[in-house]
């Protein structure tokens, strides 16, 4: 079964991919790009995630 | 016989399309990647990309298929719904037949089913992104950059 973090993992990896190709042109670009999103969504995932954390407790 | 370089120039002058010019390809690779995800760029040759794009919006949708996410309808009198079935349409033929075979749920009860509609959602607008991507390399408005071909050298 998935996790909420695995959801989260899965989802960053398949949009970052296509930001990737979609948004730059060439393919060593391309794979940075989507290197860059990939760490910045589940980054800033799990950055939200302690602050949400933070502010309950 | 041509050379490698002429071969290589050759190829660079055939893949580039002139911006404007009047073509029915455009039109054919946008519609083919909203239709099928990666479609427009498997027309225009490009298959690892292509690839790569189909496995990635595909993958998206049946996850949310999997979570049981909702699959929304026009019809619906909320107007995220209708935004949402907007959002979701754009995952072409899969959307449609999942719609035609009834797969997904038609209610989120659970946080999971909350965010299998999300990975619907982001499987239709990433596959938006995808055709426009197609019809802009198409159209010769997006640049096809191989690695080889944009090393800049820097003289001092």
Redesign the interface.
């Known amino acids: 079964m ?1 996790t ?1 973090f695995s ?1 989260v993992l ?2 960053a ?3 970052s ?2 930001f990737g ?2 948004q730059r ?4 670009m391309m794979i940075r790009f989507g290197a860059f999103c990939f760490v910045m969504f589940v980054g800033i995932t799990i950055a939200a995630s302690w602050l949400m954390w933070a502010i309950k407790h | 016989m041509a050379t490698t370089a002429q071969q290589s120039a050759d190829r660079q002058q055939i893949a580039q399309r002139i911006p404007g010019e009047k073509s029915s390809v455009p039109a054919f690779a946008l519609f083919l990647g909203w239709l099928i995800p990666g479609g427009g760029h498997f027309l225009l040759g490009k298959y690892v990309r292509g690839t790569l794009l189909f496995v990635s919006i595909l993958g998206l949708f049946l996850i949310g298929l999997g979570l049981q996410g909702k699959l929304d309808s026009f019809g619906a009198d909320d107007l995220l719904d209708k935004l949402g079935f907007v959002g979701q349409l754009g995952s072409g033929l899969m959307f449609l037949l999942a719609k035609v075979m009834g797969w997904g749920a038609s209610t989120v009860s659970i946080t999971l089913q909350d965010y299998g509609t999300k990975f619907l959602l982001f499987a239709g607008l990433l596959n938006y992104i995808s055709a426009i991507d197609a019809h802009a390399l198409a159209t010769g408005r997006k640049a096809d950059l191989a690695d080889d071909i944009v090393t800049v050298k820097r003289v001092a």
Do not use: C, D, E, Y
């Open positions: 998935l909420h959801a899965l989802a990896l398949f949009i991919i296509v190709i979609t042109a060439q393919p060593r």
